[in-house]
């Protein structure tokens, strides 16, 4: 197994402090020790710290869903990587679509939380992927590879790895249609193309891949059993212990 699959879930705006400790004491329960998939949980700033209490000793990890790439200053309402660190956050969802569309972020300024997650020992989990009129307009590939060039630019050979993408086509964010396999990984080979001619093969072999865009027990063993489809970004089926672990099962069975 060259590549260990990943199951993040991105609980967006839900979750209150004490619900999400809740939750993840639930999913620790159910999950237990089982170590051959890597599980994160990426609870709003405000449920970090109980989140990070519940996980106190557990192999799930603990991811923020964005940060601001400034050390410290005038930035109001923003949180810095050296404050998530603080809080044992080792992952952080960066250029999520729904940050894009509601809140204008750019590949630039995307790419500015790349370079600084890096250095700052924050894991980057990258979200590309293109709109319903980009994919009618037969233009997916070229958008999904414009942010993914964006987001990666200066990021270091020694880096990459680091590095997770989710390919997230955002007609299949919370809206129950799912992208077909082969749809899927299309995009997922197209990445790792990409990633080959930046990177080299045995960098980009490395490199996890995952899928977003109502990943749900009923369809996730199909999609994990792709070639290049290394886990799941789960929005609405991580709000909920069951569907959460059994993604991480249907993960652990697809290995
Ligand atoms: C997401 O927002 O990252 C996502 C994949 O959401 P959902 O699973 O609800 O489609």
């Known amino acids: 197994m060259i590549r260990k699959k990943l199951i993040a879930g991105n609980w967006k705006m839900n979750k209150s402090a004490g619900d999400g400790a809740t939750l993840v004491k639930d999913i620790v329960d159910e999950i237990g020790r089982e170590t051959s998939v890597e599980v994160v949980v990426c609870p709003p700033f405000t449920a970090l710290e109980s989140v990070a209490k519940a996980l106190e000793g557990q192999a799930v990890k603990l991811g923020a869903q964005n940060f601001h790439h400034e050390k410290s200053g005038a930035y109001t309402g923003e949180i810095s990587a050296e404050m998530l660190r603080a809080l044992y956050v080792t992952h952080v969802i960066l250029g999520h679509s729904e940050r894009r569309t509601y809140f204008g972020e750019t590949d630039a300024f995307i790419n500015k939380k790349v370079i600084t997650a890096l250095a700052s020992q924050l894991k980057p989990i990258l979200c590309v992927g293109e709109t319903l009129a980009e994919r009618e307009a037969g233009s997916t590939l070229s958008v999904v590879q414009t942010q993914l060039e964006g987001g990666l630019k200066g990021v270091a050979l020694d880096q990459i790895t680091t590095v997770v993408i989710a390919y997230e086509p955002v007609w299949a964010i919370g809206t129950g249609k799912v992208a077909t396999t082969a749809q899927a990984q299309e995009v997922h080979a197209f990445i790792r193309d990409l990633l ?57 069975a697809a290995n």
Do not use: C
Request: proline letters at 4%.
């Open 196 to 252: 080959t001619k930046l990177y080299g093969a045995p960098l980009a072999q490395k490199v996890r891949i995952l899928y977003g865009g109502s990943m749900k027990p009923s369809n996730a063993a199909e999609l994990l059993a792709e070639k290049d489809i290394d886990g799941g970004l789960i929005g609405g089926a991580s709000l909920e212990a069951k569907s959460f672990v059994e993604l991480v099962k249907a993960a652990a």
